[in-house]
């Protein structure tokens, strides 16, 4: 189970690194958000911890993020990198 977790946790991030955010509507770009948090979530749980892909998710919410900003949404739920 974890193979096929890990695997498809990187072909979901990789989809969503291909879509330009500031083309997609609200709530993709809350689901991004979500989905974000679920990948961030699970693969901590993962050990080892694959530093490199975590904080690529980080990386990628803080866009998500700025762009909620840019569309005058709230943001409570930051992620560190690790």
Excluded: T, W
Excluded at 59 to 79: A, C, G, Q, T, Y
């Amino acid at each position: 189970m974890d193979k096929n977790f890990l695997k498809n946790s990187k072909q979901l991030f990789k989809a969503m690194m291909d879509v330009k955010l500031s083309q997609i509507n609200d709530k993709s770009l809350l689901e991004y958000h979500r989905k974000c948090h679920m990948l961030y979530a699970g693969n901590l749980k993962r050990k080892p911890i694959n530093k490199s892909f975590i904080n690529s998710v980080v990386s990628f919410h803080d866009r998500i993020v700025k762009e909620m900003e840019r569309r005058k949404f709230r943001h409570n739920s930051p992620l560190k990198k690790i």
